[in-house]
T-cell receptor, first 117, second 111 residues
Framework: GAVVSQHPSWVICKSGTSVKIECRSLDFQATTMFWYRQFPKQSLMLMAT?????????EQGVEKDKFLINHASLTLSTLTVTSAHPEDSSFYICSARPGHRSGNTIYFGEGSWLTVV | GENVEQHPSTLSVQEGDSAVIKCTYS??????FPWYKQELGKRPQLIID?????GEKKDQRIAVTLNKTAKHFSLHITETQPEDSAVYFCAVDTGGFKTIFGAGTRLFVKA
């Protein structure tokens, strides 16, 4: 199956700093990638849809200035958490869909644990 | 937008018994329904999926049924084993390229 790699797996940052998480599709081109946030024992909450070469589409309630998404190539999307606060601590996970058709399987990255201290 | 409800939130079964998890959705235009298994701290893994033109699909001990009229679909795991213990998420593809997840079901299989 398709492979999606996410980096870093773990990151600890100080409150007020920014942290960048990368999501790469290793063996396919992904015009669309998705970013999710998952709190302990909760579901995957879609934060935004990342579109190659254009602005990301954010879900309602997600601050676009706080969670900057850049999809600069067909294999890389980045999520930057700006001015991080302890409440931003969470598990962030990306996914990518090969092709354009709705209904194609999405593949997940390994996820990134963010701890803001 | 699409709303996905999943039940139960927790399910405990004895090894060898069957487990059933149910999901309902709201958007009749949704046409793809995958199920994911997630172990603690790991990425969700696709275990089975079904498309709107099919009513049932089976893969060894796992099966999924879909009732488009009633807008619900279910995951069935037979002959459960301890390694089936995990969190299971249903999901719905809205046709707008977004996948919306249910709240998850924590399955415990007791040996």
């Amino acid at each position: 199956g398709a492979v999606v790699s996410q980096h870093p797996s773990w990151v600890i940052c100080k409150s007020g700093t920014s942290v960048k998480i990368e999501c790469r599709s290793l063996d396919f081109q992904a015009t669309t990638m998705f970013w999710y946030r998952q709190f302990p024992k909760q579901s995957l909450m879609l934060m935004a849809t990342s579109n190659e070469g254009s602005k990301a589409t954010y879900e309602q309630g997600v601050e676009k200035d706080k969670f900057l998404i850049n999809h600069a190539s067909l294999t890389l999307s980045t999520l930057t958490v700006t001015s991080a606060h302890p409440e931003d601590s969470s598990f962030y996970i990306c996914s990518a869909r090969p092709g354009h058709r709705s209904g194609n399987t999405i593949y997940f990255g390994e996820g990134s644990w963010l701890t803001v201290v | 937008g699409e709303n996905v409800e999943q039940h139960p939130s927790t399910l405990s079964v004895q090894e060898g018994d069957s487990a059933v998890i149910k999901c309902t959705y709201s958007d009749s235009a949704s046409n793809y329904f995958p199920w994911y298994k997630q172990e603690l701290g790991k990425r969700p893994q696709l275990i089975i999926d079904i498309r709107s033109n099919v009513g049932e699909k089976k893969d060894q001990r796992i099966a999924v049924t879909l009732n488009k009229t009633a807008k619900h679909f279910s995951l069935h795991i037979t002959e459960t084993q301890p390694e089936d213990s995990a969190v299971y998420f249903c999901a719905v593809d809205t046709g707008g390229f977004k996948t919306i997840f249910g709240a998850g079901t924590r399955l415990f299989v007791k040996a």
